[in-house]
T-cell receptor, first 113, second 113 residues
Framework: DAGITQSPRHKVTETGTPVTLRCHQT?????MYWYRQDPGHGLRLIHY???????DKGEVSDGYSVSRSKTEDFLLTLESATSSQTSVYFC????????????FGQGTRLTVV | DQQVKQNSPSLSVQEGRISILNCDYT??????FLWYKKYPAEGPTFLIS?????DKNEDGRFTVFLNKSAKHLSLHIVPSQPGDSAVYFC????????????FGTGTRLTIIP
């Protein structure tokens, strides 16, 4: 199995508070992705990174920011959490720019109350 | 605007029989397609892919068929086993996998012993 871990696995937070999710890989893959999974929507790309300090927006990036200061770590920050950001968040790593054949983390279930 | 559609939210199949999961897409630029499998509380895992230069790709019990004129692909699992019970996501990419993935909404497959 690919070495990819997400933390925390579960989090409950209040509306308006900042939240940071962490993705850590030990595989040295160049590309890293953050997705969210919601009923009726499948997985949607939030942000992705193609190298240290190189990031770009995905399909649903509003309200989220990311940072990648090291190859192995990709952080997703909700600056001011809203109830619409209640979701399951997945990090993925890949050797391919499109994220094909990506390895996914186990997910973080975030609830904003 | 759902560019990748999985119109069957759920499917039940008897063990040993064939499972057929369907996926339709609308974007004619898509030329690389993947299937992911997801168990509860785990991240998706890559299952099989196909490029638009082929109409069939086989890997053990799993076969993916692509009908470009109909913009339709299907995943066949033969014979179906209880461990195949999971949610299956179809995904598509353009530029032969170099563009970001677009996922379908998923189909929950249940194999009945």
């Amino acid at each position: 199995d690919a070495g990819i871990t997400q933390s925390p696995r579960h989090k409950v937070t209040e509306t308006g508070t900042p939240v940071t999710l962490r993705c850590h890989q030990t595989e040295n893959h160049r590309y890293m992705y953050w997705y969210r999974q919601d009923p009726g929507h499948g997985l949607r790309l939030i942000h992705y990174s193609y190298g240290v300090k190189d990031t770009d927006k995905g399909e649903v990036s509003d309200g989220y920011s990311v940072s990648r200061s090291k190859t192995e770590d990709f952080l997703l920050t909700l600056e001011s959490a809203t109830s619409s950001q209640t979701s399951v968040y997945f990090c993925a790593i890949s050797d391919y720019s499109g994220g094909t054949e990506a390895f996914f983390g186990q997910g973080t279930r975030l609830t904003v109350v | 605007d759902q560019q990748v559609k999985q119109n069957s939210p759920s499917l039940s199949v008897q063990e040993g029989r064939i499972s057929i999961l369907n996926c339709d897409y609308t974007n004619s630029m898509f030329d690389y397609f993947l299937w992911y499998k997801k168990y509860p509380a785990e991240g998706p895992t890559f299952l099989i892919s196909i490029s638009s230069i082929k109409d069939k790709n086989e890997d053990g019990r799993f076969t993916v068929f692509l009908n470009k004129s109909a913009k339709h692909l299907s995943l066949h699992i033969v014979p179906s086993q209880p461990g195949d019970s999971a949610v299956y996501f179809c995904a598509a990419s353009a530029n032969f996998g170099n563009e970001k993935l677009t996922f379908g909404t998923g189909t929950r497959l249940t194999i009945i012993p």
